[in-house]
């Protein structure tokens, strides 16, 4: 699996390739109200792609530490609708005065980056205590009235702490406890996919046959696009061969070569959807609708923002594009040597956690084709089904 420390790198740089960062100051303009309020009215009335133009016009602004705070914690909380590079954007427009609790992240990131993994768990970990205690200050007695946005803010910034530490513990080989951590997270949090696709991986380097193969029915989940990672495939060619599963080897061999063609002919919007960061980017390109105040936002500036987007998805998809296509083309080959190889070298799984076992974890068993699905139910899926091995030696 690829370590990556927490961030929006890629994004944000296909998105300042377009152009769509802020470059230049523009014409200086009257304002009759507070930018807060006239953010929160363009939130309030969901326009999530006006919001973006004003905020980049708003950059440029001379406002108070205060009013950058204020809407500081806005992008922060509306990342989901409003693009995640926005946090990195508005951050940029005052990167000083950071909390202790970003200092924290800053350095379990670099620690990250030099592999040392330990450490950076104790610096996530103590993080994630440092929010829980201010989460506790904040809800005392009129807490919740008076700091509603700061409770929302905190809330929101918890998963990613916690993935922090699921990542660090699965760097220092502690794959068990990544499982544990990664269970922490909620489908809520806006890289659940990433979470899933990285619990996979745990599961996998932990024996937990049941659990990675379970992350992979989640990700198929109808919240995401159709299509999975190549890496995720190639853990299910793995462990089906090593189940002597054929029939569902084949599906995944047969699900892969549907992705390689309608990789080649384009794609986008299924690319798209792999990664919350780009499905929202996307959604925003395809907004319709004009501003309820377009003196703060003209229709002009609307459509060059979308233009910007778009331009930064297609340039993006065109670079990762013939990767994916490699990457599956690996697959596909370690699929072929899986099927040449004997089952000896491959060291047939003969037996996994029973049913009863998964149901002693209060767990119900559903068909992972399922239409009745909720957004909830994401993430707690458990591979059920038996090996086949011993049928195969039995020739039955």
Not at 70 to 98: C, H, L
Not at 278 to 301: N, Y
Request: charged share 25%; hydrophobic share 45%; net charge positive.
């Amino acid at each position: 699996m690829r370590l990556l420390v927490p961030g929006m790198i890629a994004i944000l740089s296909m998105v300042a390739e377009a152009g769509a960062a802020p470059t230049a100051a523009p014409a200086p303009a009257a304002r009759a109200t507070s930018l807060y309020a006239q953010a929160r009215r363009l939130l309030d009335a969901q326009d999530y792609l006006g919001f973006r133009v004003f905020l980049k016009k708003a950059y440029w602004k001379k406002i108070t530490y205060g009013e950058w705070y204020a809407i500081r914690s806005m992008v922060n909380s509306e990342a989901t609708n409003i693009g995640f590079d926005m946090i990195y954007i508005w951050n940029q427009r005052n990167p000083v005065g950071k909390s202790a609790v970003d200092g924290a992240l800053e350095k379990a990131d670099a620690l990250m980056l030099e592999g040392k993994f330990p450490e950076a768990f104790n610096e996530y970990q103590r993080a994630a205590v440092s929010l829980r205690s201010y989460l506790g200050q904040l809800q005392v007695g009129n807490g919740p009235k008076l700091y509603a946005q700061r409770i929302k803010d905190t809330k929101a910034l918890y998963p990613y702490v916690l993935h922090g530490m699921g990542r660090a513990l699965y760097g220092a080989g502690r794959y068990f406890d990544a499982i544990q951590v990664y269970s922490w997270i909620t489908p809520a949090y806006a890289r659940f996919r990433q979470v899933l696709f990285e619990k996979m991986w745990a599961g996998f380097r932990a024996g937990k046959i049941e659990v990675a193969l379970g992350s992979i029915a989640s990700q198929r989940s109808a919240y995401y696009s159709r299509f999975l990672s190549p890496e995720s495939y190639l853990i299910q060619i793995y462990i089906y061969r090593r189940l002597c599963r054929n029939e569902d080897l084949d599906q995944v061999l047969a699900e892969m070569k549907l992705y390689e063609s309608v990789l080649a002919k384009g794609a986008e919007a299924d690319w798209a959807g792999t990664d919350l960061e780009t499905r929202v980017l996307w959604g925003l390109a395809q907004s319709a609708g004009t501003s309820l105040f377009p003196t703060w936002v003209t229709t002009a500036e609307r459509e060059k923002e979308k233009s910007e987007i778009r331009t930064a998805l297609h340039r993006a998809f065109e670079r990762q594009r013939p990767k994916l296509l490699a990457d599956l083309k690996t697959a596909k080959a370690y699929a072929q040597l899986a099927s040449m190889a004997d089952t000896a070298a491959l060291k047939p799984i003969e037996r996994l956690t029973s049913r009863e076992a998964l149901l002693k974890l209060d767990l119900e068993i559903w068909p992972a084709d399922s239409s009745e699905e909720w957004v909830d139910e994401v993430g707690l899926h458990y591979f059920t089904g038996d090996s086949l091995c011993n049928q195969v030696k039995s020739g039955s």
